[in-house]
């Protein structure tokens, strides 16, 4: 039993869990963006007919959940499903409490800001590799029209930005872990330590979580024995371009060399150039949607066999940032391969 | 393996993880309380001289954490737990993410309202007997300055409150789950499912989480086949007076008998005829202060063997309930046995 932790971070799992279904949902600026056709269903407009974003982003984890079951074959209802394991930014998790009423079925709620989808994918991994669980549902949401008016400025008020502010992705990601089944499977997790490597600005998340997931990587790499290059991919959550470039920095430093295999899901998700989106995307949506959306139909596809996901979380509130605190980070690393 | 699933909601475990330290810190108003005497450490006041309540409510969770590991006899620094999971009522969890910093160690924040402290032992418990880790710290608090400006008005308002309103419970517990050691055991857990039954009441979340507890304690007792009396106390989390009662009468409603040997903490923690608490009460501390403060060192004196540890969480936030949404509501069970 000892075997599976196999360093003080990093699990390998015995019998490593499927991923029998996955689904991404993605509102009208992601739908417009690069991976916009990869996504499973997208929204002409943030609200979606209902009557506040708050709701808007319930329907869209709610419908990512709906789209993952199905194409895991599971139809009752309640799913099939031993557990529910959500999350997202919204005080208090209510996009994912509610969720949770409607899917009916045991569940606990996780938060690691935009880290909880790989908080997800590990706790729900080693619920079925524990011997728990058959199947476990995960999901976790973000939207621009909630995320904003709770954290920063209210859309309407036309604050100005800087160029390294990050731009809220709207939408839901969703994936059904199997203990057999057809699918990529979850092979090694290694979960993050909270860091603080001193930024204090809430529109400089990326410079925040750079270090968190450089740091994850190397644990990663080290307790795994693994290289970068053994690695098709490695995927951060959303660090954005700024955050990017400096993880590529930061990890240079530690004799880790991250370029050409290496990207972002929050710039992946939209273009940079043409979207007015700063330096790209945030948000617990940034690497699920990516993830579910895109990655995992590459592996589908046989172009891409080893993807190392390591979504980035920006631990601060409103509140801990207006008495002077800095913005302590997580990154979560997942090994997903073909 | 599949014998550890017993029933849809829950589990028992092969090699029951034990319970090697806890410990409890509690604020001035529980320090006065029929349980002062308990606790490990209390507080004159409620910022023990830090310029806000939040991070004096941080530093309660560090403080019980460090009384936890030093019970549990770890003393290095980080200290030797393979996990952290806390959580906390705060937004973004930022006692627990920011005690996280402090504490060092690989951290999953989780989040189920006041429900958070029988989450925590259930996952660590699982993280454990699945083979993920030897030791977990886990660790919750709550605060009734930091909870009250949060989620309702600031206490200097002077706002009147109803009789059924529940008073925030200051202070933290924290408990070191190990493979093996000296110490009651975690036998089963029973995860809850979120439920509605109609409350929207923020005043009110007893009535609205007592068909949670009801729900959780019922399927707790047809997947193992005990009874009610097969425990020498089964206690809910926070549902105070009103919301025991309900909690009697659900039960009788189903044919269960829940009298002699049911309190809750929420009504343990005051002595509600003396002190201005209302209902009694509420908060992530209340079940895991008299827990780790009282039961489980009545465990130890000989007084009690086997406990149904029932924590019950309103899954609301201020928005949702703006919003015109009901209080959807859980709870999760976890037996100790000595």
Known sequence: MATKRIGPQTVRFDRPPVIIGAAAVAGPEEAQGPLGHEFDQT??????????????????????????????????KPPAVDYFLAG????????????GLEIGVPMYGLY????????????????IDGGFADRVLCAVSSHVGSAERQYRYPTEYG?????????????????????????PRITYCTTGKVVDYGVADPFNQG?????A?????????????????????IVTGDLASFGYEMAVKLAADRNLRLAKNYRDCG????DLSRQNVNAGGSGCASSAI???????????????????VVATGALFSPTSFQQGENIPTIAHAVAVEA
Chains 1, 2 share one sequence.
């Open 88 to 99: 997202d930014l919204l005080n208090q998790l209510i996009t994912a409490s509610f969720s």
């Open 207 to 211: 410079a925040a979580m750079a270090p």
């Open 290 to 308: 990516v993830t579910c959306g895109h990655l995992l139909k590459e592996m589908a596809r046989g172009r891409l066999r080893r993807l190392l």
């Open 159 to 183: 604050s100005q930005k800087k160029p390294y502010a990050q731009h809220t992705v709207t939408g839901a990601g969703a994936v059904v872990l199997a203990a057999s089944g057809t699918g």
């Open 43 to 76: 929204y002409p407009d943030l609200t979606i007919g209902l009557s506040s974003f708050e709701k808007a982003e319930r329907q869209m984890m709610i419908d990512a959940c709906r789209l993952a079951l199905r194409r895991a074959g599971i139809t009752e």
């Open 213 to 233: 997931a450089v740091d994850t990587i190397e644990a990663h790499l080290r307790e795994t024995g693994r290289s970068v290059e053994d690695y098709d991919l």
């Open 267 to 270: 710039v992946m998700v939209y």
């Open 112 to 127: 690691g800001a935009c880290s909880t989808f790989s908080e997800a994918l590990a706790i729900g991994a080693k619920l």
